[in-house]
C-alpha cells in the first residue's frame, strides 16, 4: 500500500502548489467551495478530528472577511445600509466571503503540505535547486534538535548554580538570556570540531554529488503529468475569461455553458487526486486481504 | 526533478529555472491577472529568494562559514521557540555583521523557512523569508555602522523588529482583501502594534543583554575559524 | 609494506617558541594496529592531525609523512580525503546531517560517486556495522556508543586504507567504547585496515595493538611490539594508564615476559607469589551518623505515562563521606543525582537534604551554602572568555574562598574556558561550583573524558574537600575510581539500589562488575581492588626490593 505521502516528493509538491496557486488567483466561488471541501477532507482524513483550534480558524475566515472588507471597500451598488456614514454593499460582503474562503482553502492545502513534506523531501526538493543550500539545511536541522537538548542540560545547570530566584520575571529573562548565551558559546565553538569533521571526509574537495533515496515509479510521473495538463487547461480557460466571477460592481454570475462548468470540474477532479488516490489504495488493499 | 545526470544539463537548468523562466512566469501572470495581486506577491518573492539561492550555489562559501551559517540558523529556531522572546531577528542582525551579509540572509530566511515547521507553513513563509533575510543582508551591509556604536545596533535592532511586523502587514492586506489599500494596511499595522511592540522589544533587550558578549565570542570564532 | 611513515618530522605552532613535535620518526606496516599513547598535551592529537591533510594545522613544519612512499603534503586531494579516514573524540558534534543514511552517503557525495553506487555502499555498511534499524533515523537519537559507531562508519564507507583516531573512546561508557574497540579489532582483522588509534584507555587495547608509540613532551619515546616496550620500560617513562597486568609486572620489578591481560597476569605471575595474608585490611573510616542526604522510598517518572526511572530508591548519604553510584546505562544514576539537586520532583517518597525535606528549601536556598552539582558536561557552566571572569562573576574574593583546596590554575585563570584541556576544564567547574560553598557536592561523571593524571588530580582534590568537611556524592561509570576514592559504593540497576557496601566488600562480591585488579587476584586474595592492595599483601621484603 503506497500512501499519497509515500509518493515522489516532487510529484506530491507538484500537485499541492498547482492546487493551491490556482485556489490563490481564482475567484470562482464554487470553485473555491470544492477546493476547500477537498483540502479539508484530505486534512481530516490525514490527522483525524483533531486540532480544532486550526479549523475554527480556517473556517471563521469567510465570516470574518465578509464583516471586514465593506469596511474598506465602497464599491459595488446594492447598498445594504449606512454605517458611519459609510455604504455597506452586498458585492462587498460577496467578495470578502471569497475572499475568505480563497485564504481557508490554501491554509488547508499549505496545511496538508506541512503533513505530507517532512523536512527530508524538503531536502530532497531543496538539493535540486542547490546541493550547497540543501547541506546548509541539512546541518541547521540537525543541530536544531542538538541544541534543543543542550539546552535543556544548560538551564539545569545553571539553575543549580542557584544565582537566579524562581517564580520572578526579570530573574527569568536573566536566566534565559545567560542560557542563551552559553548555548551560542558552545554551538559557536563545538562547530569546528563539525567542520573539522567535513573537512576529514573531502567536503570541498570537488563538485559534490547527492544521494537520494527517492525513486520515480511510473506512477509518479502519471500523476505529476495529470496534474499538470489540468492546471494547464484550468488556467487557459480563466487567462480566455471563462468561468470567471465579476463582483463590481454588481455580482455577475458566469453562465451555465459547458466551457464555464468544465473548469470547475477539471479543478474539483484536480483538488480530489490525493481523496482519489487514497480511495483506490484502501480498497486494493481490502480485496487483497480477501484473497488472503 | 528527475535526478539528471548530465552535469552540464544540470547547470543550464540551474541558469534557465532562475534567470528565465521564474522572471518570466511573473510578467506572464501579471499580465494575464493584473487583478490578482496575492499571487504576483507571492511569485516575486519567490523569484527574489530563488535568484538568491541560484546565487549561492555558484558561489565559494568555505567549510566553516557554512558551519556558523547553519548554527546560527538553528539557534535563532530555536529562540523562535522561546515563550516571550523572540530573538530571531537580534540573531540575524548579529549573523550579518559578523558573518558577512550573504550570511545574514540566509540565516534570516532559513530560519524562517525551518520555523514554520513547528509554527505551520504557510503562503506567508516566502514573504517571512524575504523578510528576514532583507534584515540580515542590512545588517552585513550596515556592520562596520553596527559595530562601532552600541546604540546604532539597537536602534537598527528595533527598527528592524519593527519592520519586519510591518512588511508582514502588506502581506495580510493583500491576502485578507486580494489588493493593497492604504487604509486597510493602516488598519492593519494599527491591530498589530503589540506584535509590533513585542519584535522590537524583545530585539532591542536581546542585543542590549546579549549584544557585546555575543559579538566578543563572534569575534574570537573568526580569529579561531580564520574567517 | 610500509602504510604511514613521518621522517625527522618537526612542528612549531606560531607564536609559540618550543615546538609541539620534535624529530619524529616512524613507521606503521600495512595491516598493522597501531597505538599512539602518552599524558594529554604530549602532541599524539597534533602528529595525528600532521597525518591527514585536511585536517593540518597552521604550523612550521619540517619533515615529511609519507603515506605508502607518497608524501602526503604533495598528494591528490581526493585520494587524502578517502584513504585516509580520521574520527575524532566528541561522538556527537562530528555528525553533519540529519539522518543516519544522509550521514553515511555524506564523503561519497563529496567525492562525486553517483547514486547507484552511494546506495550500495549504505546498504553494505548498514548490514556490516548492523545499523540497519537505525537508517532512517536522526542521529540525535542515538546514545553515544552508536553515535561513535556511526561516525567510524561514515569514514570506513570511503574505503580507507588507513583509519587515524583520536581517543575515539574517551567519551563513551566502558561497555560502548569496548564494543567501539572490538569494532576496530574485526575491522583490522577482516579487512587489513591500517590502524593508528590515539588512546589513554589502555587497559583493553594494549593486547589487541601490534605496534605500541609512547610519547612523551614532543618525542616518541619507545616504539616496537608492546610486550618488548613494556617489558624494558622503566617506571619513569611510561603513562600512568597501563593496563593493571603491567601495573603489577612492574610494580613487582619482575623479569621476563610482561603480562598484558588479566588472563596472562592470572597465569603467568599470581602462581608465582606467596602472600603473607589473604585479606587486605579495611580502611578505618569513621564518620559521624548524621546524613547529608536521604532517599526513602522515592518514585520518579520524566512523563505521566512513561516507565518509572526511579523506583523504591532508598538510600543514605553519611556527612563527611564520598558516596560512589555505580551502575550501567540507563540505570537511573544521573536521574536520582538531579532529583538530588532538585531539578527534578519525585513523585512519590522523600527526598531530605540535611535533615530537612527537599522542597521545604524554596526559592533557591538549596545552591545556597548547601548544595552544588558538578554537571556531566562542564562546559555547560561557561560564559565568559577568560576562567578568570568565571570565577569572579561568583565571588569577587574567590582565591580567598579556594584557598583551602589548593587549586593549581593560575596558569589557566587568563585563558579563554574552551581552550583549556578536559581536565583542566573539568578543575575549572568543580571551582566554580565550590564558591557556592556547598556542604553536599554532587558529580556527574566527573572522569569521563580524563587521562591517568587528571583523573589522580581529581581523585585526590576530593580527597582534599572531604577534609574540609564536604560530603560527596559521585555518579559514574569508572569503577576502578571509585573503588579506589568513595567510601561506599552504591550499586543502582533500573532505578533500585541493589546492593551498597565499601568498595572491597563491594567488589570482591562481584565476579564481573568489578575492577582488573580484583579480577586478577581472585581466587588468591580475598577482598583486593586495586593494584596497591595486592603488592600490600605481600611479605614486606617482596616489596621493597
Known sequence: MRHFQEMNPTAVTVHLLLTAGIAMFSDNMILLGFSLLCAAAFYVMQKGMTNWRFHFFALSMPLVIAVL????????????????QRAVTLEAILYGVMAGMRLSAVLYWFQNFTLLMNSEKIFYLLRCLSPKLALVFSMALRNISVYQGQLKKIHQAQKALGMYRENHLIDDIR??????SVLLSWALENGIITANSMAARGYGVQKRSSFTHYRWTGYDLVLTAVSLVMAASVVWAAAEGYGQWQYYPVVVVPSCSVMNIGITGIYVILASLPLIHEGKEILTWKCLLRKI | MIVISSG?????????????????????????FPQNYALNSLLIVICALVLFVAGFDRREIGTRRAVLVSVMTALSVIGRLFPVMKPVSAITILSGMYLGAESGFLVGALSAVLSDFFMGQGPWTPFQMLSWG?????????????????????????????AFSMLMDIWTTIWTYGRFSAAAYLTAIVSAVPFTLQYAVSNVIFLWGLGKPMGDKFKRIQKKYGL | MEMLAAKNLSVTFPEC??????DISFSVEAGAFAILCGATGCGKSTLLRMCKRELMPLCEKSGTVTLEGMDIAEAQTGITAADIGFVMQHPEQQIVTDRVWHELAFGLENLGYPTEVIRRRIAEMAAYFGMEEWLECNPAELSGGQKQLLNLAGVMIMQPKLLLLDEPTSQLDPIAAADFLNTLQRLNRDFSVTILLAEHRLEEVIPMCSHLMIMQNGRIERQGSPRSILQTAADGDMPDDMPAAVRLYHGLHMQGNC?????????????LLSFSRSTVPEKDTRLPNDTALAFSDVYFRYGRREKDVLRHLTFQVV????????????????TALSVAAGLHRAYAGRVSVFGKKISAYTSGSLYRDCIAMLPQDVQTLFLYNTAEEELSE???EYRETLKDYHFDMDDMLSQHPYDLSGGQQQMLALAKVLLMKPRLLLLDEPTKGLDAASRQGLGEMLLALQKQGITILLVTHDIEFAAQYANRIGFLSQGEMISEDTPREFFSGNAFYTTAASRISRGWLENAVTIQDILQCLPNERCDQ
Open chain 1, 69 to 84: 472588507n465593506p469596511l474598506w471597500n465602497q464599491h459595488g451598488t446594492t447598498i445594504l445600509f449606512f454605517m458611519n
Open chain 1, 175 to 180: 536566566i534565559s538570556l545567560r542560557v542563551f
Open chain 2, 8 to 32: 552540464r544539463v544540470r547547470r543550464i537548468i540551474g541558469i534557465v529555472f532562475p534567470m528565465i523562466l521564474i522572471p518570466a512566469l511573473v510578467l506572464i501572470t501579471s499580465y494575464v
Open chain 2, 134 to 162: 532583507l534584515i540580515g543582508l542590512g545588517a552585513g551591509w550596515c556592520a562596520p555602522l553596527l559595530c562601532r556604536r552600541k546604540w546604532t545596533l539597537l536602534v537598527y535592532g528595533a527598527l528592524s523588529g519593527a
Open chain 3, 17 to 22: 617558541n618550543t615546538p609541539v613535535l620534535s
Open chain 3, 259 to 271: 603480562p598484558l591481560s588479566v588472563r596472562e597476569a592470572r597465569q603467568q605471575i599470581m602462581p
Open chain 3, 319 to 334: 556527612q563527611g563521606e564520598i558516596y560512589g553510584m555505580i551502575g550501567g546505562n540507563g540505570a537511573g544514576k544521573s
Open chain 3, 394 to 396: 561568583l565571588d569577587a
